[in-house]
């Protein structure tokens, strides 16, 4: 037979190949393939590799390749659990021990162990050092080899990391034992003093370093002002964006109070805090994961460790303490790399709740470095400049701006010159001799007449009344933007005094000008989807495939398949097996194991739709924000329900009468049900209905009045929100 002899050997498959087959993906991510291949060379390892960048997978698939054991040492042990079971649903052999499992259950996989089944081994890291695990180590070592070692959040080997472990600075003994056993070190953050710590550390042999780009480009950054109008612009991110959520607050009890309003504007919204109940949040750590609700709303003890993929957003309800957290907190939205929203609320009672936390600390130098990090954020918030210059910027990371997918390059706002008016303010503070604080200032240069203004005579100065051409809040935008630029000093010890310093002299002698960026007015407006009718309706359907699928194996959604997948099969709507393959992370694994059930729904839409169908828009519905009672007023309203007088509700509430009053008065002018007859004796209601229908219900001074001043101005309001609900339609 004429031609080449057919090669002596098979030929080796690619590491293409091989990602396809056990985790579905077509190719590498930036950097993973490169890592992968100096694993295979059994180097040690150095990686740095940003939430959501794929480190996971440069320690899992080394770990199918090669023979032996892959140990994968890690503090968290949600964490390892979820990995756990994204691999097991891959059909890979894993498994993890940890503090949940009993005696029974360790020995049963131990045998697994040594039996071969397992390819990858997930501990905590006392218990990799315990005296009983590493002889049983030594066994595995003995008996089937051990490939490797990676040490997930290395970070915390180091006395400079943020979540320094002391049991981490053990880890040598790992390398001592095992002296040619190669070990990867991972971590999402890492200055360049923390890298060299962690190499020396752990005693790693001329390693290959691969520090990726902290740049997140799938994820949108925004600031947007804190008002009173901020919850209404939470519920229309929320809208928009769909999927699961993270909301974080500062306290505790702002945690409670938005995630009631949130449930009460029809949103799946639980709490998560540390106040709470372990079983609690575990219980609501595990909904949300498993995505029995759309939305976690947290202080920042909800996050590490929660291998959740699909958070389409997250949203700082209030001020983050430091850069840092905003990055990992911000970090938990897109990890499956698609596209993701993260907004922050910028407020400045937040700035005066944080400085509070931070002046209780005893140490005075902590205290001055929280200053200096709450400073940076202020600046971030403020700033007109591309947010990932600034975060990137932080960690090291240059970033030449115009991203194209933040707020201030999609939206550049105006820059205006207002030096004029900073001189005004700046002469202002120096005749008041540099004692008083913004508002005080603010005042005298609106010409006010309050009692402080004329007990010093500052109504005297050349600057009173100079500044009457600007709002207040025109003014304070001006002077935080002075004091954030370092133009203006304020002192710090619990009296804000406004304080000049060379930067204020030089811009009133005209030696330097003044510019601020001005935010525009932002409009509430409807939200509409953009995406193709029928895409969007399979993608909901094959997404509640999913949830039953997952609730039947007790596992979370996204390991079944991640959003990017069904989004895929919606929109290439495959009809049969191969072209199920084809969809973004479907290999031969979940092919044969979800394929069918997959493919009928998928073809049951498609008869059912008469597909291929125009395409259009869907809209979201925006509620009527305005309806929505704040947290406050719907316990008055369950106490009144339960039959409560005002005077027992307002005992109940440790509040005046007045106020338990006025919140009853508001949720009767936002349509809830108020019962009258528990507030009003029904002759008192029948005289003050009279008064309104003879001369209106304008003005309560002038029912009050007509009574002839016997009915309390809260009774009047009471049966006026009542009769205005009953019988005024229009």
Known sequence: MSGSNPPTSPVPLSLEHHLKHFFGYDSFRPGQREIVEAALEQRDMMIVMPTGGGKSLCFQLPALLKPGLSVVVSPLIALMQDQVEALRDNGIGATFLNSTLNSQEVRSRETAILEGKIKLLYVAPERLLGERFLPFLDIVAAKLGISAFAIDEAHCVSEWGHDFRPEYRQMELVRDRYPNIPIMALTATATERVRQDIIQQLTLRNPYIHVASFNRPNLYYEVRPKTKHSFAEVLQIIQKKGGSGIIYCLSRKKVEEVAYKLQQSGIEALPYHAGMKDVDRTTNQRRFIRDDVQVMVATIAFGMGINKPDVRFVIHYDLPKNLEGYYQESGRAGRDNESAHCSLFFGYGDVKTIEYIIEQKPDPQEQRIAKQQLRRVINYAQSSECRRTIQLSYFGDSFPGNCGNCDNCCNQKPVEDRTIEAMKFLSCVARCREKFGMNHIIDVL?????????????????????????SADEWKILVRSLLHQGLL?????????????????EIMKRQRTVEIAVEPQREVKAITRSLAVEVENLFAILRRLRKQIADEQFVPPYVIFADKSLRDMAEKRPQNLREFEDVYGVGSNKRDKYGQVFLEAIRNFCQQQGLPTSSGSASFPVPNLANVPSYSQMQTWELHRQGLTVQAVANARGMSPTTITGHLVELMEMGREVDLNLLVESERQQAIVHAIEIIGDEKLRAIYDFLQEIYTFEEIKLVRAWWRQNYVQF
């Open 446 to 470: 609106r010409g006010s007449k309050n009692q402080k203004v004329l007990q010093y005579q500052h109504d005297q100065l050349s600057t009173y009344g100079i500044g009457k051409d600007r």
């Open 489 to 505: 000093n304020e002192t710090s010890d619990g009296f804000p005094i406004l304080k000049l310093n060379d930067k204020s002299w």
